[in-house]
């Protein structure tokens, strides 16, 4: 199963850019918008992932994005480890109340860490309340990427993405290894993180391979 992951500034621009996908993220950090724009949004008929990354909005104004989120049909939200405990427990109690997965996501835009320390945080998503761990880490070398997809090897619900050019493979074999899905840009120019593969590509990709 393949996310597309929008970064569109505006709710014209992402209701546009969600005609013809059926899955997507939605970054809520990178919009101008509000309570009632994100409802609408979330209330429409694609399957839609609520994400707002710290950096760009206070933790309050992220928390009432998210919820707003949730309470119009979100089907995941996406919260990451590092937030506050309060932030995370009231964002795992307002999804738990209406039925949406929760994804806690851990990010190393640095490095891809030991297997101990990747396994640690694995448990410490779970612990956290996930239904799925998200662990993102940049790859640096193939040992990387054998480190991120040997974590798949669980009876839990995970998702692996390697960061950057040299990523490019958790992207393609972690749904073919078990991982619960992967993470697509819209187009070419269009990526919301390195290392991103506009959607028909990947999905062209990830087909091939299952049907070898």
Known sequence: MICVSLAEPTLARCLAALDGIPFAEIRLDRMRTNEVEVARLFSGKARLVATCRRGRLPESRRLALLRAAIAAGAAYVDIEIGAG?????ALVRAARAAGCSVIISHHDFRKTPPREELLALVNRCFGSGA????I?????SPRDNARLLGLLDDERKLIVVGIGKRGVLTRIAGPLAGGVFSFASPGTGRETARGQIPYRTLDALIKAVADA
């Open 136 to 140: 993102a880490c940049r790859v640096r």
């Open 131 to 134: 239904d799925i761990a998200k």
């Open 85 to 89: 405990a309060g932030y995370k427990k």
